[in-house]
């Protein structure tokens, strides 16, 4: 075999890998009737660390991703979560016992970008690892348009904070636990992600299953 020849085949083989990578892995349709009244709901949200190391299922994992920051009104493509001048520069990755994934709301999917169980990355308590879900908030600064870093960290917080009640509503009403989280390690999350120098990993939330429940 001449080296042109191999040379094709190493770079097809690449090729497919890279297809194979950006796969999106399609969720269940989420639920969107039913659940607890607001206000019942509302009385219920809480921040709770107890969680078992259990995974939940895919359908709740569907409608969690879908309350966070799901699309909500496909013909004008936005959002659970508001974000100014709806520039949604949220993005939501994902650590379950499974891998290590990305969430693209225009598929409601997921890309699984490593199939190792990269729990212990999204917070320092020893709890993050057991958590059915750790959801992990980074900012792309390059859809906040102009103005300083120290701004657009203000607007990516408030967006985060908009996406993390949506979470704890959502586990409220569904029975889940959950705690929002700042005490991460964002130097070692972005290496981990392979972040580039405009993404910033701003929080995290843990979302699982109580003890006894």
């Known amino acids: 075999m001449n080296l042109t020849k191999t040379c094709l085949i190493i770079f097809g083989l690449f090729l497919i890998n890279c297809s ?3 796969e999106v892995i399609s969720l269940p349709a989420p ?3 039913g659940g607890k009244p607001l206000m019942e709901t509302l009385n219920e949200r809480s921040s709770s660390r107890d969680f078992i190391n259990e995974d939940i299922t895919e359908q709740q994992l569907s409608d969690l991703l879908w309350a966070a920051n799901g699309i909500n009104r496909e ?11 709806n520039n949604q520069d949220i993005e939501i990755y994902i650590t379950t016992s499974t ?7 225009e598929e409601h999917g997921l890309i699984r970008l490593s199939e190792i169980d990269m729990r212990n990355i999204a917070g320092n308590q020893d709890f993050v690892k057991k958590a059915s879900v750790n959801l992990i908030y980074v900012s792309d600064f390059d859809k906040l348009g102009k103005g300083s870093d120290e701004s657009k960290l203000v ?6 904070g908009f996406i993390g009640q949506n979470v704890y ?5 569904e029975g889940l636990i959950s705690v929002f ?26 979302v699982g299953l109580a003890k006894g429940k």
């Open 169 to 173: 509503l959502y586990c409220a009403s």
């Open 99 to 105: 891998g290590l994934f990305l969430y693209i709301a």
């Open 75 to 85: 013909d004008k493509n936005k959002r659970t979560a508001p974000s100014s001048h």
């Open 31 to 33: 639920t969107k009737i």
């Open 181 to 206: 989280r700042a005490w991460i390690n964002k130097d070692k999350i972005a290496k981990t992600l392979k972040l580039n120098p405009n993404q910033h990993v701003i929080y995290s939330q843990s």
């Open 20 to 22: 194979k990578a950006q």
């Open 155 to 160: 607007t990516a917080a408030t967006h985060c």
